[in-house]
Every structure is written in structure tokens, then in C-alpha cells.
């Protein structure tokens, strides 16, 4: 594929993206709003509708070799009857997108999603969690922590970012606690997801891609917060250290595996 057609196909993409998002803001989600007056519902139903579109822009992606991956299922040792907290490296903007999709999760957004006018909808149609931020509306959102918690206790399992922003290239940024004290406090399992690229992509400041990008996905082991007596502190330091191991693995496997690839042949997923 030529270079100048792949930045552009790119390109249209990540406006088919966030056109769409606006599309649903502004269309489907103050319909749904009309003929659903239960606003549990709205918001059950808006999630899944979201989450249920998210595998097809992937695959689109993948159609058009842009981005290669291989799907993965859940850890089958995970308690199947409670929630759980997957924290997650954040290489790329995609990274909330899989999650989604793949896995049904919920997530916390910008606060200023809450804000915007072409955003709101969104974000408050649905049970995303809003991020610290955002200013009293009537007593309808409780600070975040206490939310994620409630999503918890519920029974909806949230995907979060410890890094708290996409990381740069091939470097682990300190992990923020949040996403531990929740888990402590709803007593559910914290599973890590180890979330690796081999070129940059929808990285901060990076270009569009001028080949195609392969993702890894591994689950790490989990820490059941139930069955272990642990401060949320000691556990995010426990979960960093299993992620740096994981990177630092990565990257060796990767420099060492170089040499061997052909010009132009991209890694496979498991690599």
C-alpha cells in the first residue's frame, strides 16, 4: 500500500471516529433519550450500543491493514461472579476502544466530555464515569471514586488507566492510585492488562502511520482484593513493578527479534 494512501486512509478514519461520535451525540442518543423514559435504561442501552460499534470500527481498521492484533478472551481463573478492575497500559488512543468492546467495560472520561456540547450526550447517556473536574449538576454525579465504586458493587467491571495518559513510546509513566483504592474498597479482583505496540500510533504527537502497526495484548496476573489484605499504595507498587518486568521483557524480546525481520514484515502479535 502507497504511503500517501495509508496516511489518508488513516486520516478519514479517525474522522469517521470522532464524526460518528458527534453524529450520536447530536441524533441517536436525544432519540433514545425520547422513547426511553427509565434513565437506567437509557443508559444501560446507550452503553451497550456504544460498546456493540466498537468492534466494528476495529475491524475496519484491521480490513484495511492499518492496525494488526489478536482478539483475546478474558483470564479464565477470573471469578465469574463479581466484578473486576483491568488496569492497563496505555500506549495508544485505541486502548480504551478494545477494552470496550471486547470486553463490555466502563471506563472514566474527561470531565470537559461532560461539558461539551457535541460530547454530553455521550458521555451522560451512558454509565461512563465522569473524572475529577466536573462541576455540581444537581447533585446528579458523586466524585469519582465513589462511583467507580457503586459501578462495582453492581456488578459492572470498569477498565482503567493507572498512568492517567498515554504513555510515551515504549516508557511505563508512574502509576496514580485511584484505580487500587477503588478496588480495595469494592473488594473485587484488580487484573492487569499489558497493552504493547510495535510502532507509533495515535501516540501524543506522534504521525500517521506509514505501516501497519501491530498490538499485544497479555494478561498479567490478578490480585483478588478480597482474599488479600493489602493498602491500595502497596498494591499499585506491586502491579508497576509486574508491568515494568512486562515491558522491559517486551522490549528485549523485540530488540532481539529485529534483526531476523525481513524489510517491511511486520511482527506477529504474540512477539
Known amino acids: 500500500m502507497p ?6 486512509l488513516a486520516a478519514f478514519s479517525i474522522l469517521m471516529f470522532f464524526s460518528s461520535g458527534i453524529t450520536l451525540s447530536l441524533l441517536f442518543f436525544p432519540l433514545v433519550a425520547l ?18 460499534s466498537y468492534p466494528l470500527f476495529l475491524g ?3 480490513f484495511w491493514h492499518l492496525i494488526d492484533y489478536d482478539r483475546i478472551p478474558l483470564p479464565p481463573d477470573l471469578p465469574k461472579d463479581r466484578a473486576f478492575v483491568v488496569v492497563a497500559s496505555h500506549p495508544t488512543l485505541m486502548d480504551v476502544i478494545f477494552c470496550m468492546g471486547w470486553f463490555r467495560l466502563l471506563t472514566v472520561v474527561k470531565a470537559s466530555w461532560y461539558r461539551s456540547w457535541t460530547l454530553r450526550f455521550v458521555t451522560r447517556m451512558t454509565h461512563y ?3 475529577a473536574g466536573l462541576p455540581d449538576d444537581g447533585g446528579d ?3 469519582s471514586l465513589d462511583r467507580m465504586v457503586a459501578q462495582l458493587k453492581l456488578g459492572r467491571s470498569l477498565i482503567t488507566f493507572p498512568e492517567g495518559t498515554r504513555e510515551p513510546h515504549g516508557k511505563l509513566l508512574r502509576f496514580h492510585r485511584g484505580p487500587f483504592e477503588v478496588a480495595v474498597r469494592a473488594g473485587v479482583p484488580v487484573v492487569p492488562l499489558f497493552i504493547a505496540t510495535d510502532k507509533p500510533f495515535l501516540l501524543r504527537g506522534s504521525m500517521l502511520p506509514t505501516e501497519r502497526m501491530t498490538y499485544t495484548f497479555e494478561w498479567l496476573p490478578f490480585i483478588d482484593c478480597a482474599a488479600e489484605d493489602i ?3 502497596k498494591l499499585r507498587n506491586r502491579v508497576h513493578r509486574m508491568f515494568e518486568e512486562r515491558r522491559a521483557q517486551y522490549t528485549e524480546e523485540r530488540n532481539s527479534a529485529a534483526p531476523a525481520l525481513t524489510e ?7 512477539s
Open 60 to 62: 475496519w481498521l484491521k
Open 129 to 131: 464515569i465522569p473524572a
Open 35 to 52: 422513547v426511553t423514559f427509565s434513565r437506567e435504561r437509557q443508559r444501560s442501552f446507550s452503553t451497550w450500543a456504544l460498546a456493540t
Open 231 to 233: 493498602e491500595p499504595a
Open 141 to 143: 454525579f458523586e466524585p
Open 3 to 8: 504511503i500517501w494512501f495509508r496516511k489518508t
Open 264 to 270: 517491511g514484515q511486520a511482527p506477529s502479535a504474540g
